[in-house]
């Protein structure tokens, strides 16, 4: 019988202990149904999840808060619509629990009142991608707002058409003095020409393993990582609605049930309404790149990650990784 202690040399042993007893319990919140932009692809707006009633009393966002806490949830990760629109509901979760805030980067979270909150700023590639997807260059202005902050990263939603010219910004990333992790765009609008052929994710997969060469101390990530949300499989798997473990728990009726994220839930800014899954119920399941979903997919499924040691060292690089872009451990 395989044992993770007889798979392991000391070094890595060391490496598992350190996560093994995080037990990360996220749930995922849309603070708002505002949004300072309009980005084509944005699941949130595509989706129609943003019609439903806005809660704005911020009292019963802090009982809410308190009874997420309650459940057992110890990560909360605030999306939107634009979270930083309502400082004070993102106020009320980082005085209660760990939290993550998804920002586009355009407001400059007051870090007095907010000194360890990690951030992530998307960015959807260089700046003439973003002018399209998203109407304007916000990495001009996200950058000036949090260089050098250390509980900040930039989330990089490479779409196909930065296939091969990933490095000039990551580049510029590194002279903002920040972090950065990759993920790919799942083009939910079908926006002409952002659409990902097989031959593309080859290409993207050697060159995001390259960044990762050439700037560790920038790029927050991991090659087999890289291998699971490029080809969609994992241990001889494919990611799809069977197989994804961020789906709401009340809405999980799949039969049988995958291994999935323990009492996940994606919660509507009116606090009562529930959505399906960490990304949006219009999305096709097997066309998802989400990058939150797949490591989600990887780290629930430790037990087949014990068939050698390469496969479990692949298992804890992932994890750290997680841990790390939600500040359980340190960079």
């Not at 849309?30 to 009292?59: A, P, W, Y």
């Not at 990933?166 to 992790?181: N, S, T, Y």
């Not at 952002?194 to 990762?212: G, I, P, V």
């Not at 990304?279 to 499924?301: E, L, P, Q, Y």
Request: hydrophobic share 35%.
């Amino acid at each position: 019988m395989k044992t993770i202690s007889s798979l392991l040399d000391k070094e890595w042993y060391d490496r598992y202990k350190r996560i093994a007893t995080l037990n990360i319990r996220s749930s995922i919140y849309d603070v708002t149904n505002r949004c300072n932009l309009r980005c084509k692809g944005c699941f949130f707006f595509s989706s129609g999840e943003h019609q439903v009633e806005e809660e704005m009393d911020v009292k019963k966002w802090e009982d809410f808060i308190d009874r997420e806490k309650g459940r057992g949830v110890n990560l909360a990760i605030l999306i939107g619509g634009e979270p930083s629109l309502c400082m004070d509901r993102v106020e009320a979760f980082y005085k209660r629990l760990p939290t993550y805030c998804a920002t586009n980067g355009l407001i400059k979270i007051d870090r007095k009142k907010l000194p360890d909150l990690m951030v992530g700023i998307s960015l959807w590639g260089g700046g003439e991608d973003e002018k399209i997807l998203r109407g304007r260059d916000t990495f001009a202005i996200s950058s000036k707002n949090y260089a050098g902050d250390p509980y900040t990263y930039y989330l990089y939603t490479i779409t196909p058409r930065q296939v091969g010219k990933i490095e000039p910004v990551i580049k510029q990333i590194v002279d903002a003095g920040l972090k950065v992790h990759l993920q790919l765009l799942s083009n939910d609008e079908s926006v002409d020409g952002f659409s990902w052929q097989t031959s593309e994710l080859k290409d993207l997969r050697h060159e995001m393993d390259e960044m990762l060469d050439k700037y560790p101390r920038t790029v927050i990530s991991s090659k087999y990582y890289h291998e699971v949300i490029t080809t969609g499989m994992m241990m001889g798997r494919r990611f799809g609605w069977n197989e994804c473990p961020s789906v709401t728990e009340s809405m999980d009726n799949r039969k049988p049930q995958p291994r999935r994220l323990i009492h996940f839930f994606r919660w509507a800014a009116d606090l009562k309404t529930v959505h399906r899954c960490c990304t949006s119920a219009t999305r096709d399941c097997s066309t998802c790149k989400d990058g939150a979903a797949h490591m989600s997919w990887i780290m629930v499924n430790k037990r087949e990650h014990m068939k050698s040691t390469e496969d479990l060292k692949n298992w804890i690089e992932v994890y750290e990784m997680f841990a790390k872009l939600y500040r359980f451990i340190p960079w």
